[in-house]
């Protein structure tokens, strides 16, 4: 159901970056007419076959007028571009013309977050316990790993109930926070390709349309790009940080509290092991593929990954206090 649901929201709207990795003409979303540089913008992979010919003439420092987009015209092109892209690229246009396109990324994030939050509260709460919980779940995953008799199946969710109960897991809420979060998070990484500005903006004077490799392979210039790649880095960091800190929170607990963990809580199974590698995998994947794209998008996973980590303290802490209280 969730790579259903995936599909039918990428499927909803059209890739808004051409094949050098710049956001095309026809697809930015401006809340106001502005002029940009034809070199900053792809105009090679656009459909209209007229525009194309006109814009290919221009050289790469020559202007193009962008007119503002409308609801209409962004829900003409489709469900997802018109209900979820659209609000979220005019609400980070919106940001960045108090400040600038960087501290618009950030404000727009911080705000689709807090919302997010508001509604799903208890369920994310749920999720927190859900990975402390880990290390005694994947023990029994282990144990029963193999019985498929009835009486093992049994006895395995009576188990796994008992270690819900336990941590006061609700199973089914997590699907409530994905079904929320997921098309809201591919709406605001749509929405920061195509915002208007951010496709000619800068964050403290470094343009978001630089790219990492550009910038590492300034090494030896005369003009070493520092900003793209202290961004591009600390993504990377923070990526690991918001994946691994509710594991390195349970363990500090445990190490403070004297808690002894029992022999089979400590014995890496192969779950564990897999579900370390994907992540790991899936972190040197972005890592990649973030290479040539414009900074703006490992500026934006940045922002999140430091969101989600700050929840996961949050939500930690909310733990500890309600535990304290019912030990009262």
Not at 254 to 273: I, S, T
Request: aromatic letters at 12%; glycine letters at 6%; hydrophobic letters at 45%.
């Amino acid at each position: 159901m969730l790579c259903a649901f995936v599909l039918l929201g990428l499927t909803g709207c059209s890739n808004p970056r051409g094949t050098d990795g710049k956001t095309k003409v026809d697809q930015i979303i401006a809340s106001e007419q502005m002029v940009v540089e034809k070199g900053r913008i792809n105009v090679s992979d656009i459909s209209d076959e007229a525009l194309k010919k006109k814009y290919e003439k221009l050289g790469d420092k020559d202007t193009i007028t962008i007119e503002p987009t409308s609801f209409s015209e962004a829900l003409s092109a489709s469900w997802f571009d018109g209900l979820i892209v659209w609000p979220i690229a005019q609400l980070i246009n919106v940001f960045a013309s108090w400040t600038d396109a960087g501290i618009g990324i950030i404000l727009a994030t911080l705000l689709i977050q807090i919302l997010v939050f508001a509604f799903t509260y208890k369920s994310q709460l749920s999720m927190q316990r859900m990975q402390e919980a880990q290390p005694e779940i994947e023990r029994l995953q282990s144990k029963y790993k193999g019985k498929d008799d009835e009486r093992s199946r049994m006895m395995m969710a009576q188990e796994m109930q008992k270690v819900y109960t336990k941590y006061d897991i609700h199973p089914f809420g997590s699907i409530l926070v994905t079904f929320i979060q997921l098309p809201i998070m591919m709406g605001v990484y749509y929405a920061t390709m195509r915002a208007a500005a951010v496709v000619y903006g800068t964050f403290f004077g470094m343009p978001l349309s630089e790219t990492p490799i550009a910038a590492f392979t300034s090494f030896g210039s005369g003009d070493v790009q520092w900003g793209p790649m202290i961004v591009y880095v600390l993504m990377i960091i923070f990526q690991i940080i918001s994946l691994q800190l509710p594991k390195w929170l349970k363990k500090y607990d445990d190490k403070k509290n004297n808690v002894k963990q029992k022999k089979y809580l400590k014995q890496e199974n192969g779950m564990a092991n897999t579900m370390n590698t994907t992540m790991y995998f899936s972190t040197a994947l972005i890592a990649v593929m973030y290479l040539s794209w414009p900074i703006a998008m490992s500026f934006y996973w940045l922002v999140s990954s430091v969101i989600r980590s700050i929840q996961s303290l949050f939500l930690h802490f909310v733990i500890m206090d309600k535990d304290k209280t019912k030990k009262k």
